[in-house]
């Protein structure tokens, strides 16, 4: 169990910041799955071959986060001055958003319902030593 007033605890905790250049995108109109299977392809990989990835990757969410990889690249360039060419990504991840629920008519004067799901993509990027 951890020690000291739980305002001490938060204080801590939220003292030790990442210095590291990301972006993220809130409320993105794609699941989380197929999300996932584009940002699997370009973690660890450094932001030129990644874009390239994206580039020419047929899903959707390759648009999206093509966008988000280059703003990712801007705010370490303008906010950190670090170089691009040295740059990879170091994590990137997406969670789970809100769920529009939507009603499909259906034989027989049923209804179907449509969840069209969102989700929350973040890029973090990293300098190699």
Not at 42 to 71: C, F, M
């Amino acid at each position: 169990m951890a020690k000291g007033h739980r305002s001490q605890i938060k204080r801590e905790r939220n003292a030790v910041k990442d210095n590291r250049p990301s972006a993220k995108l809130s409320y993105a109109r794609v699941s989380v799955q197929k999300a996932c299977f584009v940002l699997d392809a370009i973690r660890g990989k450094d932001v030129q071959t990644a874009l390239a990835i994206l580039e020419y990757n047929p899903r959707y969410a390759s648009s999206i986060i093509k966008k988000l990889l280059q703003s990712a690249i801007a705010n370490a360039e303008n906010n950190n001055g670090m170089n691009t060419e040295n740059l990879y990504v170091a994590e990137c991840y997406a969670n789970k958003g809100p769920t529009m629920k939507r009603v499909q008519p259906r034989a027989q004067g049923r209804a179907y319902r449509i969840e069209k799901r969102m989700s929350h993509i973040t890029i973090v990027l990293d300098e190699k030593k």
